[in-house]
T-cell receptor, first 114, second 115 residues
Framework: GNSVTQMEGPVTLSEEAFLTINCTYT??????LFWYVQYPGEGLQLLLK?????DKGSNKGFEATYRKETTSFHLEKGSVQVSDSAVYFC?????????????FGQGTRLTINP | NAGVTQTPKFRILKIGQSMTLQCAQD?????MYWYRQDPGMGLKLIYY???????DKGEVPNGYNVSRSTTEDFPLRLELAAPSQTSVYFC??????????????FGPGTRLTVL
């Protein structure tokens, strides 16, 4: 079946450092890819998404490019802030129409120190 | 809009007890979902619904039941609680879009402990 693998956490960086969180996937067909963020005590929020190969999703300074040849969707940010501390989930959706059954990676906890 | 709301926020159950986790959304979304999140793991889909009166199993449905009598509400029922059901439960909803790649909106979660 479909699956998502994220880099192991936790990740701790200093403010203004460069961030990469790796995500690779296994899927049949052509899934959409997502990054969700979970701030402490809250539910998940969509951070960005890409729906086809070579698409780049971006939001709040974060970017990720849908790489079909390497089955990857790595999350990057050029200069992180303390407020970026959260758990980040990579996910793919199964099914082109209708209910989007999301398959999640295990999550990567990110802590940014001032 | 309140978005997706869940009650209760926390609950402790004894083995064998039953309870219903409530979920409601006020965005007139067609689709609703229940996930569980175990420590250090990603979310796993329990059940989902494509509209009132229609539900289907996800990846981990055993031990749970759902119903969808209205567009707004999607309760999750645990009949005989077991320690393996200790988890954080998230409800989500989404609206079909022309591209079919619809964003899911999540509630704040219910933390359930079964002792």
């Amino acid at each position: 079946g479909n699956s998502v693998t994220q880099m192991e956490g936790p990740v701790t960086l200093s403010e203004e450092a460069f961030l990469t969180i790796n995500c690779t996937y296994t899927a049949t067909g052509y899934p959409s890819l997502f990054w969700y963020v979970q701030y402490p005590g809250e539910g998940l929020q969509l951070l960005l998404k890409a729906t086809k190969a070579d698409d780049k999703g971006s939001n709040k300074g974060f970017e990720a490019t849908y790489r079909k040849e390497t089955t990857s969707f790595h999350l990057e940010k050029g200069s992180v802030q303390v407020s970026d501390s959260a758990v980040y989930f990579c996910a793919l959706s199964e099914g082109a129409q209708g209910a989007q059954k999301l398959v999640f990676g295990q999550g990567t906890r990110l802590t940014i120190n001032p | 809009n309140a978005g997706v709301t869940q009650t209760p926020k926390f609950r402790i159950l004894k083995i064998g007890q039953s309870m219903t986790l409530q979920c409601a959304q006020d965005m007139n979304h067609n689709y609703m979902y229940w996930y569980r999140q175990d420590p250090g793991m990603g979310l796993k889909l329990i059940y989902y619904s494509v509209g009132a009166g229609i539900t289907d199993k996800g990846e981990v449905p055993n031990g749970y039941n759902v119903s969808r009598s209205t567009t707004e509400d999607f309760p999750l029922r645990l009949e005989l609680a077991a320690p393996s059901q200790t988890s954080v439960y998230f409800c989500a909803s989404s609206l079909i879009s022309s591209g079919g790649r619809n964003e899911q909106f999540f509630g704040p979660g219910t933390r359930l402990t079964v002792l």
